[in-house]
């Protein structure tokens, strides 16, 4: 697929290219939406956008994600697509259904491959880091996969700059595929970790990089500026409410609204396009409940954040934006 309104971007030193809004599957589709046809048209408008790289997870809903997506993958033409699941969170309550181990990732690809309704996925995360398997095993596991042609590249998500090179280096000791994409959360308040840490192992590394959760969960579009409303995302979760309602961030949001109204895009726009001009970034993965997000969030790929935009955001979003005290 080709799309001349989309960009397209080379992961990291691999030669596969994403675009660069993707779309997925967290605490949506078959989550929050429920109703097939909205899952039905949201995704099909975003492939006939451009957006080629799709990204679900096991646990999102468990199981019920890769479920609802992957009947819409069903009508799409499978080589154009870039799938992404993810393995980690324990799906049972067995003692072996959970982490990084050979045994758990080979029978979750499985499961999920099942579930979507697909041969392969082009990209198998580990979702998060697991402190208790070494990390060749792990490494050794998702190699075998690619050999075996259940999985076309490997990645890792939310892991320490330590942690890519010990993937790296446990790949490379024991000749194995290694991981070659990042999946980390990047957005305006929480933007300290990937400037000083992640980004600068994935350039030595040559991975590429999809970020999540551009947009705070929601805060940085302004929908919480005076209210909780019902509904929402940080209304259903109280850990991301903790996170991010607070009375500074929403100050900060406040202000960053006359820079978006200066360019004349919403701010969600502007944090997508603030996103997408970060360094190393391949990929933004974005999500939408409605047909209309989804359509809006495509405006952000043609602002451009020259200097001077860059310069006003910072002010309101230091660079220390996210940093642990």
């Known amino acids: 697929m080709f799309n001349a309104d989309m960009q397209y971007r ?12 993707s779309l997925g599957g967290w605490t949506t589709y078959g ?5 097939e046809d909205t899952t039905d048209s949201i995704i099909k408008h975003a492939f006939n956008s451009g957006i080629n790289f799709f990204d ?11 479920k609802a997506m992957g009947k819409v993958f069903k009508d799409l033409p499978r080589h154009e697509l870039v799938i992404s ?24 690809i499985d499961k999920s491959l099942k579930r979507i309704g697909t041969d392969y996925v082009d990209m198998y995360f580990c979702h998060r880091p697991d402190p208790n398997t070494p990390a060749e095993e792990t490494a050794c596991a998702m190699s075998d996969l690619v050999k075996q042609g259940k999985v076309l590249y490997w990645g890792t998500s939310e892991h320490s700059a330590m942690q890519l090179h010990a993937a790296t280096t446990g790949a490379k000791e024991w000749y194995a595929y290694p991981p070659r994409v990042e999946q980390p959360q990047l957005n305006l308040v929480a933007r300290h970790r990937y400037h000083t840490e992640i980004q600068p192992a994935v350039e030595e590394l040559g ?7 551009p947009l705070a969960s929601g ?20 850990n991301l409410r903790n996170s991010y309602l607070i009375d500074d961030n929403k100050e900060r949001v406040k202000k960053f609204k006359a820079v978006a109204d200066d360019l004349g895009v919403t701010r969600a726009q502007l944090a997508i396009a603030w996103c997408l001009a970060q ?11 409605k047909l209309d ?10 602002i451009e954040i020259t200097d001077e935009v860059s310069k006003r955001i910072d002010e309101i979003f230091p660079p220390t934006m996210g940093k642990k005290s």
């Open 10 to 21: 080379y992961m990291g030193k691999s030669g596969l290219r994403l675009s660069a809004l």
């Open 219 to 238: 805060l940085l579009t302004g929908k919480y500026d005076n209210e909780l409303p019902e509904g929402s995302r940080l209304k259903r979760s109280e």
């Open 31 to 35: 989550a929050s939406v429920k109703d």
């Open 56 to 66: 679900i997870s096991d646990i999102y809903e468990k199981g019920e994600a890769e």
């Open 293 to 302: 997000q989804l359509k809006a969030n495509l405006g952000a790929l043609k």
């Open 85 to 108: 699941t993810k393995v980690f969170w324990p799906m049972t309550d067995d003692v072996n259904d959970t982490g990084l181990s050979r045994k758990h990732i080979m029978e979750s």
């Open 279 to 289: 360094k190393s970034v391949t990929s933004v993965i974005t999500g939408a409940t």
């Open 207 to 213: 991975m590429g990089v999809v970020t999540w959760s």
